[in-house]
């Protein structure tokens, strides 16, 4: 079962993926000329979203992002991994769950915010709207020797990344030496975590092929609304709690129905990260951060 | 549905007369039981498919609204399913047990919900 880390596992992760946990511990400021940082991941705010599964529907995200402006380091630059809005069929709907989406994130003290598309913010029409608000849907770009990758595989919504895409990770792919630190951004796990539930990217296996080769590459994604850690390959792939309502552990039910809000603990299971790059070992450490914590 | 049915194991039993008549009966295979499956949002009807261990299973899918897709991942099997077409996926359970198939064409704000099972005896 793919849906928890037992101690063996972890130990893989730690010896291959080049990735170390941590559970609430500080960070301290960065020395001066060293290239190591840290960014956030925030995904599956679901904006829009309405029910039982989280009576502070219209107050979460904002929570979230009071947090992160609270933290005593500001990170370099944060990440949505996918599902900044929950679908709607009425696109002017959309249009105003995405202005509204806008608005609040646009509270956050770091500027620098890059955004990925979710199946409930582009399936509905290919991505055209999503792109008008956020460009586009798969890009890359370089931050302090790192390369980060951010792939599309919600737009079709067959949850394909398509030959066209495809074809763009090999080409950028190419002009990368094989030991560079690479990190791709996504939404839907790219390998088959749990297909029973759609919990997978029809193609994903084309993209994990490309990147291979690569000795330094790590995958941060979303989706699942919740953790979960797992190897292919060396390529660690690192799914992110939501910011709406958790879902089960693969497998762990006979339906995937969010989890049921827990009013003794509000919030519960729900959060965002830290990731902080440790460039001279290929690590990256991971903080779980939750809701009201900054 | 019935109609076309119908036709079928028409043609199977002309196929069978045939066989037998030129004396090859014995090896003949029955005709693979049908189930159709409809999909619309946000429901497969029926939503539990009971099938038996080491029989062939013809899965008729059609949509009654969006384009949808089916995936029973535990048989590797997949189609597209669509409005106005008929997909057929033929399942042989090697084992029993109940196994999850699901919707995997995002189809909406009730996508999630649109599961179904197959009870294998």
């Keep these: 079962m793919a849906n928890s880390i037992d101690r063996r596992e972890f130990l893989k992760l730690m010896g291959l993926g080049g990735v170390v946990f941590a559970s609430g511990l500080g960070r301290g400021a960065y020395a001066a000329g060293s290239d190591d940082f840290y960014f956030v991941q925030l995904s599956d705010s679901h904006w829009g979203f309405e029910g039982p599964p989280n009576p502070d529907a219209k107050g979460t995200l904002k929570k979230a992002v009071a947090a992160v402006n609270a933290l005593s380091v500001q990170p370099d630059f944060i990440v949505f991994t996918g599902d900044l809005t929950h679908v709607t069929d009425d696109a002017k709907q959309r249009e105003q769950r995405m202005t509204e989406f806008r608005d609040i994130v646009s509270a956050l003290k770091v500027k620098e915010v890059r955004f990925m598309p979710g199946e409930h913010d582009a399936a509905p029409d290919w991505g055209t709207t999503y792109k008008q608000f956020f460009g586009d849907t798969h890009y890359t770009f370089d931050h302090k020797g790192v390369h980060f990758i951010a792939i599309d595989n919600v737009s079709d919504p067959a949850a394909q990344i398509g030959d066209e895409q495809l074809k763009w990770l090999a080409a950028d792919l190419a002009k990368q030496p094989k030991d560079a630190n690479i990190v791709v951004l996504t939404h839907r796990p790219l390998f088959d975590l749990y297909p029973q539930w759609d919990w997978a990217t029809r193609d994903g296996a084309k993209a994990i092929d490309l990147l291979m080769p690569y000795q330094n590459v790590t995958v941060f994604y979303g989706h699942i609304h919740q953790e979960n850690h797992h190897m292919t390959g060396h390529i660690g792939h690192h799914s992110a709690k939501g910011l709406m309502f958790p879902l089960p552990a693969p497998g762990s039910q006979p339906k995937r129905l969010p989890v049921p809000w827990d009013a003794a ?7 965002y990260r830290e990731i902080e790059a440790e460039l001279p070992k290929h690590e990256y450490k991971i903080t779980e951060l939750p809701v009201g914590q900054g | ?23 090859l009966r014995a090896t003949a295979q029955p005709a693979p039981q049908v189930i159709r499956i409809v999909a619309k949002r946000f429901v497969f009807t029926p939503s539990e498919v009971h099938l038996k261990k080491g029989v062939a299973t013809v899965l008729e899918l059609t949509s009654a609204d969006v384009p949808m897709g089916f995936s029973a991942p535990d048989f590797k099997v997949r189609a597209d399913v669509l409005p106005g077409t008929i997909s057929r996926v033929t399942v042989t359970p090697e084992k029993a047990g109940t196994f999850g198939f699901v919707c995997d064409v995002f189809c909406g704000s009730g996508h999630e919900d649109m599961q179904g099972t197959i009870v294998v005896t």
């Design chain 2, 1 to 23: 549905m019935a109609i076309e049915l119908n036709r079928r194991r028409f043609v199977a039993g002309l196929a069978v007369l045939g066989a037998g008549a030129l004396g």
């Design chain 1, 265 to 271: 603990h509000p919030y519960q299971g729900l959060g």
